[in-house]
């Protein structure tokens, strides 16, 4: 059996479950219905005898044994329409009136009502028929049955079987048919996803699951595995996108720092140019494992690694060691390191991360930024949340490029002769990532404002060195 056989029977054992509970509960209402119909029958005999019972009654308690005669035998002329039964004997078993020719054999249950055979004479259709009536003991030996046939009774409790039962295999044929025919709908929009992810697993990678437009679970399940499919597309061409970029920026180091060690190959130990060769080779180095480490921090950072590390971290002493990191390095450069705002906020986090996540924003300024340059750097709460900021007055970066130059290895500079490896606002990003945050970067009219949003707790209070 192939694998569209396979799956079409198991829809169609599904099916079959459901048609079986299906029609069970139609049976049961089905039952219901008829259950209640000859209820309400019955009890509409019931109380029309009980009614005709209190009649016969009064004229009896009024007119004594002649009166209820009288009663009986007008009663009796009408029987044919109403299907009344009326008996009374004498105490010597003798028929008074009525229009049965005997009192039934059955005996009577404790409130007096007893269902008896009936025979019809052949005017009548003949045939077996059965009658429900009340017996009574009345005084000077007389007794009275007043009842009726339940031959209509039955009739309509049969014809309700009978549209019942037709109506069950109507409704079994259709939803047989219904269930064959959504079995082979189902196998189709399963079968037309089998083929597509066939069809990608090949190599095709463009192929996409078609959407049919109905807006049912099956184009619920289209639109993600779509979008799957394009978030592995953008991550694949990211992917080679790196592999580029890390050959791109690894290979002229690595063929500096051979070249650097082959000229201290012909070198004289001693000598000047012995020591400068392996200084240079041990810049190269220093480089490789800058960006090394740089790809190592996002992947921890990525995989949430440094969580068991989170304590809580004074955000305000955070900005004033990294200015005081810098502030040697910006005033030999002649850039002014303004630190504004500063509010006293603390926040858990892996303070280790978020150090280099400004050291890295800092770098960025500091590069962009020429002689005479103007840098803040501050941090302040907002709304829940900590904002840690860091802008410059250079060239900025533009609003369309800004989502590309946070991914890896990307720089906007295409010749790539400014020194960087194209890791530091990935890695700002993704400990922003870590730390539940964002990173924004926008105009700063001139220049570039970079935000490390981070949202604060209301546990999370202020803080100062």
Not at 148 to 162: N, P, T
Not at 299 to 304: L, Y
Not at 352 to 358: N, R, S, T
Request: proline share 3%.
């Amino acid at each position: 059996m192939n694998r569209a056989s396979l799956l079409q029977s198991r829809i169609f054992r599904l099916v079959l479950v459901y048609l079986c509970f299906f029609t069970l509960a139609v049976l049961l209402l089905t039952g219901a219905i008829f259950w209640a119909t000859s209820s309400s029958v019955s009890r509409q005999t019931d109380s029309t005898i009980d009614a005709e019972i209190r009649g016969l009654a009064e004229q009896f308690s009024q007119r004594g044994t002649p009166g209820l005669i009288a009663a009986l035998q007008r009663r009796t002329v009408a029987a044919a329409q109403t299907r009344g039964l009326y008996l009374l004997m004498g105490p010597d078993n003798r028929v008074l009136a009525g229009n049965l020719s005997r009192w039934p054999d059955e005996p009577a249950d404790s409130e007096g009502w007893l269902t008896f055979r009936l025979e019809f004479p052949e005017v009548e259709g003949g045939g077996v028929n059965f009658g429900r009536a009340r017996t009574f003991n009345l005084r000077g030996g007389l007794r009275l049955l007043v009842g009726h046939d339940v031959r209509e009774r039955d009739r309509v409790a049969v014809l309700i079987r009978e549209i019942l039962a037709w109506s069950l295999l109507a409704i079994f044929g259709i939803s047989l048919l219904g269930g064959l025919l959504m079995s082979r709908v189902l196998l189709g929009r399963i079968e037309t996803i089998n083929r597509t992810s066939r069809d990608i697993m090949a190599g095709d990678l463009t192929r996409r699951v078609p959407v049919s437009g109905r807006e049912d679970e099956f184009d619920q399940l289209a639109k993600n595995l779509n979008a799957m499919l394009d978030q592995i597309e953008r991550l694949l061409g990211g992917m080679r996108q790196v592999s580029d970029n890390i050959a791109h920026d690894l290979r002229s180091p690595l063929a500096r720092l051979r070249s650097g060690l082959e000229l201290a190959l012909i070198e004289d130990p001693g000598s000047d140019g012995y020591r400068d060769a392996i200084a240079k080779a041990i810049r190269e180095a220093d480089s490789l494992l800058k960006t090394f480490t740089a790809l190592l921090s996002i992947a921890q950072a990525e995989a949430g690694a440094s969580r068991d590390r989170f304590a809580s971290v004074d955000l305000q002493d955070l900005i004033q060691d990294v200015v005081e990191l810098y502030d040697p390095l910006t005033e030999e450069l002649g850039i002014t390191l303004e630190v504004r705002p500063l509010q006293a906020v603390r926040r858990t986090g892996d303070r280790d991360l978020l150090f280099q996540a400004l050291v890295n924003l800092l770098d960025n300024a500091i590069k962009f930024s020429g002689a005479g340059g103007r840098i803040e750097i501050g941090v302040e709460r907002q709304d829940g949340t900590a904002i840690l900021s860091v802008s410059d007055r250079g060239p900025g970066i533009p609003e369309d490029q800004r989502e590309e130059v946070l991914k890896r290895f990307v720089r906007l500079e295409q010749s790539r002769s400014t020194s960087g490896s194209g890791l530091g606002l990935s890695l700002v990003q993704a400990v922003a990532h870590l730390h539940d945050g964002e990173l924004l970067l926008e105009d700063n009219a001139p220049g570039l404002r970079a935000s490390l949003r981070l949202p604060v707790g209301p546990s999370e209070g202020g803080g100062s060195r």
